[in-house]
């Protein structure tokens, strides 16, 4: 079955940085474009970036756009979100997703704080 693990997130000063990993396992992680997500407490989920299957096409979302990079290896079947001058409005617990059909990892916190 599919299967997405978040790791990598944790306690961060900010302006620190922090890189999350998605391991996926249960399908053909090459085919399929990536996304991370976010959800902060009392707020709906909200989409971060986006990669293609090849990693050739990023997108991301106004609020951390110079400031994060998604990245894939396929041939690790991973995919990572490198994030970097970290703000306290960054805190949330961050999602790996597959575009299609819409799995959702379990999340990992990170927590923007002084």
């Not at 299967?3 to 302006?15: A, F, I, K």
């Not at 090459?30 to 990023?58: F, L």
């Not at 997703?97 to 990170?110: F, K, S």
Request: hydrophobic share 30%.
């Amino acid at each position: 079955q599919v299967q997405l693990v978040e790791s990598g997130g944790g306690l961060v000063q900010p302006g620190g940085s922090l890189r999350l990993s998605c391991a996926a396992s249960g399908f053909t992680f090459s085919v399929n474009a990536m996304r991370w997500y976010r959800q902060a407490p009392g707020k709906e989920r909200e989409y971060v970036a986006h990669i293609s299957s090849g990693g050739d096409t990023t997108a991301y979302a106004d609020s951390v756009k110079g400031r994060f990079t998604i990245s894939r290896d396929n041939a690790k079947n991973t995919v990572y979100l490198q994030m970097t001058s970290l703000k306290p409005e960054d805190t949330a617990v961050y999602y790996c997703n597959r575009v299609i059909g819409g799995y959702w990892g379990q999340g990992t916190q990170v927590t923007v704080s002084s």
